[in-house]
């Protein structure tokens, strides 16, 4: 991370001074203001831990004060953040054996609303197991669409499948995929009627099983079955196969039964797109789901705050 302060009255180490404030978002610090009082009033042994230096001739560490630990978040350039931590989280996991599920979402990010400002709206790129590669603010749905590129080109997609929700099932997101190298599973939505259609009129009835499930959580009971069919004339880039999920939930309180039916598209070939849990439907919308307090967690990777401001509170 680049440190954007003058040389001039430079005290304490850049990367120190993020380190404490992440620290300090860990253990519950949810406002500018508690985040620096934390970095003050942290004992000697934690601050040497974060990488603060000691006096020359006393030996010992002066803590930042608050107000350098606010300038300091304030002068942050988010997206280089997120790239540098995004990078951190690839390189610290070990190259995946089988396939790696990488989710494109957008959430609104709990806790950035201000009086003058509306809530931070971010797409962010999240494996499913929770580690998020890289996030950009975006401003409402039609710049997630725009950002969808722009936001997986600084990651490596070696052996990735992207799933996304319908919104960023886009005839570009597929052909740019195709050109990374990486393959794709998509929702397939009324916002693409022809493609929909399609999907849906295929004759299920007469395909196979190719597994089905059985889950008890949240006071219900789940079934979903699974059935791939490869499909030579889809209208969709380098889409191989369609999927069919079929979900049955009984409320066990009411007894009320639901089905839903959700159809996919996926570049992978025959006899590949049979999804193992990392990839399959049911891991990527939960994924979706989940994002709102993965991504704005403590383990987020940064804290947003809007340039030139320094608001009262921040995402924790």
């Given at each position: 991370m680049p440190c954007p302060r003058a040389r001039r009255g430079i005290r304490h180490p850049w990367t120190a001074l993020l380190t404490a404030?992440?620290?300090a978002v860990l253990v519950g610090a949810a406002s500018m203001a508690v985040i620096g009082e934390r970095g003050a009033d942290a004992p000697q042994r934690v601050l040497a831990r974060l990488g603060f230096r000691p006096d020359p001739l006393t030996g010992l560490i002066r803590?930042?004060?608050p107000t350098a630990i606010r300038l300091g978040l304030a002068?942050?350039?988010d997206d280089a953040l997120d790239r540098a931590i995004g990078r951190f989280l690839q390189e610290r996991n070990s190259p995946p054996t089988s396939r790696r599920a990488v989710a494109v979402d957008g959430k609104t990010l709990w806790g950035s609303r201000t009086k003058d400002q509306p809530a931070t709206a971010l797409i962010a790129a999240m494996t499913h197991q929770g580690d998020v590669l890289a996030q950009m603010q975006v401003d409402g749905k039609r710049n997630?669409?725009?950002a969808f590129a722009p936001l997986l080109d600084g990651i490596d997609l070696?052996?990735?499948v992207i799933t996304a929700d319908a919104l960023r099932t886009q005839h570009d997101h597929a052909s740019y995929l195709h050109?990374?190298?990486?393959?794709?599973l998509a929702v397939v939505k009324r916002n693409h009627p022809t493609l929909h259609e399609r999907a849906r009129r295929l004759p299920w009835r007469a395909i196979r099983l190719d597994r089905i499930e059985r889950t008890r959580a949240h006071h219900h009971n789940e079934i979903r079955r699974l059935k791939t069919a490869a499909f030579a004339h889809i209208d969709y880039p380098h889409a191989r196969q369609?999927?069919?999920v079929v979900r049955w939930r009984r409320d066990l309180g009411s007894g009320k039964l639901t089905i839903e039916r959700i159809y996919?598209?996926?570049s992978l070939p025959p006899g590949v797109a049979r999804p193992p849990a990392a990839h399959s439907p049911r891991g990527s919308a939960a994924a979706g789901r989940s994002r709102t307090s993965s991504t704005t967690s403590a383990a987020a990777p940064s804290v947003r705050t809007p340039r030139r401001s320094v608001p009262g509170t921040c995402p924790a």
């Open positions: 404030a992440a620290a803590p930042p004060q002068a942050v350039n997630e669409i725009q070696t052996g990735a050109e990374r190298g990486t393959h794709y369609v999927l069919q996919l598209v996926t």
